[in-house]
């Protein structure tokens, strides 16, 4: 058993660790390992430690704990995922509310070229199902990865008809990995580990509380380059998923539907108060995605005449296969978001680069 990772899971279930402490507590000390070595005097000087929580890092208790979730995972055929793995969604990685780590079983790439949640109200229409269905038909053009939640109504027919039509379709679970919420959609959950896959924060045996739905829908929203509400009421998760993708600069949107219909109220609100454009079929989602653009800015890079860190960026985008955010791209190629900024004006200009919507970039043809 790999003791870093055993480290981190039981840095993971520390009480009063939380994601975001975590990563703290990693950066300031090289690694989980090295947390756990640390004396308390120096667990004090961290920010955000106390007394108490030096206190319960110095017990060590969560190893007991992190040995034991291992083992489950084990026995599920289930991928414990931590923030720092090669294949952790960069998508994710990036927000600053991200998980420090995931619970993945099935068979998919989780960093996928192209990305859409599928959202919407439980009580689903005969007219919200059949615009899924047009939605996720359309998609198939782009090999375009189908994400939800696996709920009632909208999210499990987004699912189905993703298998229908032979995209990777990922659900994210309000649940642990060994509870398929609501039970009735266990055989779909089934079908999709051989063409997506499950995916959850929670560890084994956490039940679906109504606390851990809107948690659950930030890691929708996080996951997707552009979510669609398609039936929503006034109040409810499907708008809460929108509003957080708004939070992370995605681009939302909403398909129409009839005035004084209960269930079209939330999608009209989203259109009517500018948090989501209007989708009527996939030339909106082309439009504002730039898409079209993005499949054309596909040939070989042509780096000469450009300055080291011009070059880095024109690479780091052709390595990505498509096209990547501000943030990933100083991630990527270590650049301080103010001398990035700079570059890739001066790219543009050279008629390198393309900007897209949501402060992401790519080649140019």
Known sequence: MDQSRVSFLALHFTPGVGDVLLRQLISY???ADEVFKKPKGKLLKIPGIGE?????????AGFREAEKELQLADQNNTEILFYFDKHFPERLKLLPDAPALLYVKGNTNLRARKTVGIVGTRQATAYGKSQVEKIVAELTKHNAQIISGLAY?????????ALQYRLSTVAVMGSGMDIIYPATHRDTAKKMLAQGALLTENRFGTKPDAHNFPARNRIIAGLCDAVI???????????ITADI???YNKDVFAVPGNLGNSFSEGCNKLIKTNRAHLYTGLHDLEYIMNWKAEEAASAEVTVAGLEPDEQKILLAL??????LSVDELSWKTE???????????????KNKIVALPGK?????K
């Open 245 to 247: 993708a708004n939070s």
């Open 153 to 161: 109504g909208i999210d499990i027919h987004a699912h189905k008809m």
């Open 318 to 323: 052709k390595a990505a296969g498509g096209n």
């Open 29 to 31: 000390s090289g690694s």
């Open 52 to 60: 108490v929580l030096a206190q319960a890092i110095a017990s060590k």
């Open 229 to 239: 509400v398609v039936e929503a009421a006034e109040k409810g998760g499907a708008l």
């Open 360 to 364: 992401r970039f790519a080649l140019k």
């Open 335 to 349: 650049t301080a978001a103010g001398l990035l900024a700079a570059h890739l004006l001066a790219l543009e200009i």
